[in-house]
């Protein structure tokens, strides 16, 4: 029977292993931050595609009720000409001028956009501008326009306003077909009318489905009130939605933001700047009595 010499063998042994510590301890070793996949930087980002967002507020004329307007007229007729106010007519104040008096306007909203052309289209939620008497624009550089709106398609919640503006810093638009679930998109928008405010986040899902007539981009990034109207933007600087919704059961963010998908926001946005308005087809159906003759027309005789 072989018979094996265990001292030896196990020095042997033991000098290897400490060979191999030492070998391992003489490794570079990264520390954790540089072990995780860098995190995307969007400064150049911002420098690129910042310009072309721009804050828009709205406003609205105060209107009076038609009681009010009423009496308040006929008041004024009996006190511009001397003449005693009846004493079974209601008696109004005189307006208070620190109020809105009708007439005047009043701040209605505040939201974002972007350009869509160097000449001064711009692009945004029908709901932004839906009610307005005005609208404001607001540039980066701080520039003010009084903006026209174009046209509005509530189906869609796109809209389309212009500034008398040329040479501006237009946005790229994205192929919506090379938007993945998980790539890293960015917002720019004017949340709570904090102007320029960038937020970021992944795509959670596309083709959302939330009862409305598109088919959304869901998101994780932060949408807040203000931020309607403005641009989602890839990795490569380009356009590929419109923030239009959020999800929240308190009204601030929760973490599931929706944007319109800008094929479709092109497309709506096309027809408001050559007709003012978007025209869809409609699939008719009529029920009548199926005659012999029309049985037999149509192979059912």
Known sequence: MLELNWKPLRSYLAAGLLAVVAATALLPVKPVWAQVRTLPD???????VGPSVVNIRTLEKVKASAA???????????????????????????????????????????ASGFILTTDGFVMTNAHVVEGADEVIVTLTDKREFKAKIIGADKRSDVAVVKIEATGLPAVK????NRLKVGEWVMAIGSPFGLENSVTAGIVSAKQRDTGDYLPFIQTDVAINPGNSGGPLINMRGEVVGINSQIYSRSGGFQGISFSIPIDEAVRVSEQLRSSGKV???????????????????????
């Open 68 to 110: 009010d307007s009423g009496d308040e007229q006929m008041q004024e007729f009996f006190r511009r000409f001397g003449i005693p106010v009846p004493p079974n007519m209601p008696r109004t104040p005189h307006p208070d001028r620190n109020q809105p008096q009708p007439g005047e306007e009043q701040p209605h909203g505040v």
């Open 173 to 176: 638009i994205g192929e919506i």
């Open 42 to 48: 969007f400064t150049d980002l911002v420098e690129q």
């Open 279 to 301: 025209t869809r087809g409609r699939i008719g159906v009529q029920i009548d009595q199926v005659t012999k003759e029309v049985a037999e027309s149509i192979g059912l005789g």
